[in-house]
C-alpha cells in the first residue's frame, strides 16, 4: 500500500461516531446547565444513545468478527449510558453529579469501541491489500 492511498470505513460507523462523540459533548456540557436544563440533556441523551445502540447493534451483525465485537461492546455502553441518562434526569442531590459522570463515562467506553472496530476494519483491509 503506498503512502498516499487511504482505507476507507464504513460510513455509517463514521456516522455513528460522530453522532455518539456529538452526545458525549452534548453530556458533558449539560453538567454546567441548571438543573431543569440538565435534566433535559439528559432525556434527550436516553433517546439519542438507544437509537445509536441499535445503529451499532446491526453494524455487529454485519461486521467482520474483531470489529463486530467492538461495536457490539459500544452498543452495550451505549444502551448502559440511555438507562444511566435516564436515572440522572429524576435523579437528585449528591446521586445527581454520579448518575451524570456514571452516563459520561459510558458513551466514552462506547467512543473507545467504535475506534477499536474501526481500526480493526482499517486492519484488515490493509492486511487484504497487502
Known sequence: M???ETIKTNP???KIRK???ELHRTLDEARTKAEPAM????????????ELASSLRE?????QSEAAARFA???????????????TAEAKGADLRARQQETVQHVRDSLQNISHGIAAQRSKAAKQLV
Open 39 to 50: 435534566r433535559k440533556s439528559y432525556e434527550d441523551a436516553t433517546a439519542k444513545a438507544q
Open 19 to 21: 453522532q455518539a462523540s
Open 59 to 63: 453494524q455487529a451483525r454485519t461486521g
Open 2 to 4: 503506498s503512502k498516499t
Open 73 to 87: 461492546n459500544a452498543a452495550s455502553s451505549l444502551e448502559s449510558a440511555a438507562a444511566s441518562a435516564r436515572k
Open 12 to 14: 455509517v460507523v463514521d
